[in-house]
């Protein structure tokens, strides 16, 4: 197999030591990339470069059309975008899978057996980034939906149930309230769904919609929701399934698609060589069957799911029940 | 003492039933009101009142400045404003506040030991019900935070703590994307924060911040947010106690304030004597704290608890372990 030119960014903080440790599995089983380094993040935003991401860099995520990406720190203080939703933005990466599903018994639950994948919609609603200040003492942000952006996750998200083998597709909206956007959402998951009928559909007003969630996420299976009630609960969905420590995304796009850990950098473990590198692994594997290597992205998650089964654990998430070593970064990845 | 005139609305579905034993209860452990019932809900939207409520209503709520409601049915099909919005917004209750504290072992929960009280914001932010259609395929919301609104909800919160023995008061924003509107949540809430210096205070951003309120709730006390983020939030913390069915809520505002249950009207229930009065009856606790008649609100809170620690359990928190009878609504309020 040729290589598959990717684009890489070891990003801040912890980043690098998971990025190092996720690279080294993937190229294991054997995956047939040809990583190119970019500068992220902290570096490049204490440059003065607002956005975290130096031009040249564009040039190579347009080339490979996959980035995968490493967590990076913002730096404090004001004037700094996220080079995050400014990636998302301006590649089109339309769509933001997240897949959650508990380990149990080896990453302690309360959930067993859920196995949900939240579909979120990436580039529209109040992140669109439209705010402004009023009068001295009034500030608003826009939200908004397109039709075409809100048909097009929500064809996504049946798309990715059909082909990933899943029964139903549920859709979260509050359009008892915001009947203009969210009732956009919610009729164009109804006309959408008549297109599936092999697939169940189902619609929840989101306050009891993420209520029913949090408490018995096992009635659930694809999720697709908005931009911003997506980043809440599938923050929600990854940590009850054990941590958001251990979640990975795709952010797709009919160009380019960005694959990434959802925690953060985590500066105060940064260089320690203790990190789990397991959200951005997971993100690797969605990137392999992205990239059409879907044996190679089969063989690091069995490896992996092997590795957690036997009891190595990195500290995070070892336990006295089912941890038979903790384990550092790198020896997580060795094994 | 004089009795206190109170408006009262029976609701629809099994509004009626719960309305009924709950004021039976007040009565019964003395409180000393004097209900003056309302119409709201199904049959007056059915006459063509968009709103759900008539003129001659409004007087009774401006002249009692207490509400005590049952949950209400909304027609389906569009044309009809939300009641509890219109309500809110035109008698201006900033403040809702969401006790949800688990009842462990007595009602199944996997929190044991939770007890968080949710403060949302209840005017502005997305409900504030500018919504427009900008071109065919294109649907806007405004989001609106402003400094008074924001800072007499920070600082509603902060008295509602020191008032109740609480320790710590913590916000939730998502000042990371929406730098002015969250942005001035947060700022707000830090300027406020200094003025109680016997309080903890924290702040986390919304979507980790829900994160660890459905993992691990026990870390919370009460916490402070925005209205769409409590209205999602405040029935997941709901629902991980027990059930939404139990949650009640109090809508304080300087003129007048509303008392409800969380939970719907569960028209499929309507007339069968079964429901769980639990959410009325416990708002209808917080209202006698509110018209100072705490004695009374203890006596209640304790008789529930007593009622519930004794197995006497309606259907819907019926269990093998902890029940001992299973009882109707009525029954269940005799008891
Ligand atoms: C870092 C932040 C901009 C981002 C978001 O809000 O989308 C993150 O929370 C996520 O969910 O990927
Ligand atoms: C019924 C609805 C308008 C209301 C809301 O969204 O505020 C409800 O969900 C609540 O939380 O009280």
Redesign the pocket.
Same mark, same amino acid.
């Given at each position: 197999v040729k290589p598959v030119p990717i684009t890489v960014a070891y990003g801040d903080g912890i980043g690098p030591e998971i990025m190092e440790a996720s690279l080294r599995i993937l190229e294991a089983a054997g995956a047939a990339i040809a990583p190119e380094t970019i500068e992220i993040g902290e570096s490049v935003y204490l440059k003065g470069n607002s956005a975290g991401i130096e031009p040249e860099s564009w040039e190579s995520l347009r080339q490979t059309g996959v980035f995968y990406k490493a967590p990076i720190t913002t730096p404090q203080g004001g004037g700094y975008k996220s080079l995050n939703v400014t990636v998302r933005k301006s590649l089109g990466m339309f769509a933001n899978v997240r897949p959650c599903a508990a380990m149990h018994p080896f990453i302690a639950t309360k959930h067993p057996g859920m196995d949900v994948v939240i579909v979120r919609e990436n580039e529209e609603d109040l992140y669109a980034g439209i705010e402004h200040r009023q009068t001295d003492e009034v500030y608003q942000c826009l939200k908004l939906f397109s039709r075409p952006g809100t048909e097009r996750i929500v064809r996504y998200a049946f798309e990715y149930a059909r082909a990933n083998g899943r029964k139903k597709v549920t859709c979260f909206s509050?359009d008892? $309230?915001m009947k203009l956007t969210d009732g956009l959402f919610h009729k164009v998951f109804d006309e959408v769904a008549r297109d599936y009928p092999d697939l169940e559909n189902e619609h929840w $007003?989101i306050?009891i919609g993420a209520a029913k969630l949090a408490a018995n996420p096992n009635q659930f299976d694809v999720i697709v929701m908005a931009n911003l009630y997506g980043d809440i609960l599938s923050d929600v969905a990854a940590e009850i399934t054990g941590s958001v420590g251990l979640g990975s995304s795709a952010n797709i796009g009919e160009y380019c698609s960005m694959f990434e850990a959802i925690h953060g950098s985590a500066p105060r473990r940064a260089g320690q060589n203790v990190a789990n590198p397991t959200g951005l692994l997971l993100a690797g594997v969605q990137m392999m069957v992205h990239i059409g290597q879907p044996e190679v992205a089969e063989k690091v998650h069995n490896a992996w799911l092997k590795t957690i089964e036997d009891g190595i654990h990195t500290y995070d998430i070892f336990n006295e029940e089912t941890s038979t070593r903790k384990v550092s970064t790198s020896a997580f990845a060795d094994a």
């Open positions: 509050k008892n $309230i $007003i306050d």
